[in-house]
């Protein structure tokens, strides 16, 4: 059996939990053979083994040696400063804008702790704080502007269901029901604004979602999160598998549906 399945004991009320509680529950119970996919520079390599030509990698520059290890020639517009280690904690750097060495490095070091001492997520346990340099994606709707689209596929058992597209920046979000074909349903969510984003075509929401198969294998559930280049490949982003901290997304009818596939 695969240490990353069946990894914790179920309470007699699993069977009728919904998907964001069985999140929640999953809380403390990440074993180390978490860590790996969770460390954003081993899952790079992992994702190189598994998917091969079906998913790029965006561009490590470099990785740092420290979170002190920063110089002006770091601070370039199409570059990012990422963290191993926890969600969030990406330095976009743009152009025209006066960055100060002093200003980043305070921020690395309120980033250079364990993600997991202050969210609780034990998969982030298994993580040891680190930092490196990415080029950013030319995005097929934002460009180069370090906003890429993200596209984040929920799968359970190595089955995509459900895809959410979201443009970070601008608070923007749209949440499909996702099919082999790269057919899309939309899911309504109460209270959210309607957005228009541009909807790729099918051939490759269908490669997305072959490539969502090929990743989500090792786990009962894990959110996979793609970008989508202006030259038509898809980018890895990261395996995710407390996302939204547990909090529900969609209606109880749907959650329940999606709960009871996970077993």
């Given at each position: 059996?695969?240490?990353?399945?069946?990894?914790?004991?179920?309470?007699?009320?699993?069977?009728?939990?919904?998907l964001?509680?069985k999140?929640k529950?999953?809380?403390?119970?990440?074993?180390e053979?978490?860590?790996?996919?969770?460390?954003?520079l081993?899952?790079k390599e992992?994702?190189?083994?598994?998917?091969?030509?079906?998913?790029?990698?965006?561009?490590?520059v470099?990785i740092?040696?420290?979170?002190?290890d920063?110089?002006?020639?770091d601070i370039n517009?199409?570059?990012m400063?990422k963290t191993?280690?926890?969600?969030?904690?990406?330095?976009v750097?743009?152009?025209?804008?006066?960055y100060?060495?002093?200003?980043?490095?305070?921020?690395?070091?309120?980033?250079?702790k364990?993600?997991?001492?202050?969210?609780?997520?034990?998969q982030?346990?298994w993580?040891?704080?680190?930092?490196?340099i990415?080029?950013?994606i030319?995005?097929?709707?934002?460009?180069?502007?370090g906003?890429?689209?993200?596209?984040?596929?929920y799968?359970l058992n190595?089955?995509?269901y459900t895809?959410?597209f979201?443009?970070k920046k601008?608070d923007?979000y749209?949440?499909?029901?996702?099919?082999?074909?790269?057919?899309?349903?939309?899911?309504?969510?109460?209270?959210?604004?309607f957005?228009?984003?541009?909807?790729p075509?099918k051939?490759?929401m269908?490669?997305?979602y072959a490539a969502?198969?090929?990743?989500?294998?090792?786990?009962?559930?894990?959110r996979?999160?793609?970008?989508?280049?202006?030259?038509g490949e898809?980018?890895?982003?990261?395996?995710?598998?407390?996302?939204?901290?547990?909090?529900?997304?969609?209606?109880d009818a749907?959650?329940?549906?999606?709960?009871?596939?996970?077993?």
């Open positions: 059996m695969e240490p990353t399945k069946n990894f914790f004991i179920r309470p007699s009320r699993w069977g009728t939990m919904k964001f509680q999140i529950y999953s809380f403390p119970h990440f074993p053979a978490f860590g790996k996919y969770v460390d954003k081993q899952a992992i994702v190189r083994e598994m998917a091969g030509d079906l998913v790029r990698i965006p561009k490590t470099r740092m040696k420290s979170h002190t920063l110089s002006d020639s517009p199409n570059w400063i191993t280690h926890g969600s969030s904690q990406n330095i750097f743009h152009p025209g804008v006066d100060t060495i002093n200003w980043i490095l305070s921020m690395l070091e309120r980033y250079n364990s993600f997991y001492l202050t969210h609780g997520e034990a982030y346990k993580v040891q704080p680190r930092f490196f990415e080029e950013k030319e995005d097929y709707f934002n460009g180069k502007d906003n890429a689209i993200t596209f984040m596929i799968c190595g089955k995509p895809v959410i979201m443009d601008q923007r749209r949440h499909f029901l996702f099919s082999e074909d790269g057919a899309l349903e939309q899911i309504p969510i109460q209270n959210q604004v957005y228009a984003f541009e909807i075509p051939p490759i269908a490669r997305m969502a198969v090929r990743l989500s294998q090792p786990f009962e559930f894990v996979v999160d793609f970008y989508l280049g202006k030259d898809l980018y890895f982003s990261e395996f995710t598998f407390t996302p939204n901290s547990g909090e529900q997304i969609y209606s749907l959650e329940l549906t999606l709960g009871a596939l996970w077993v």
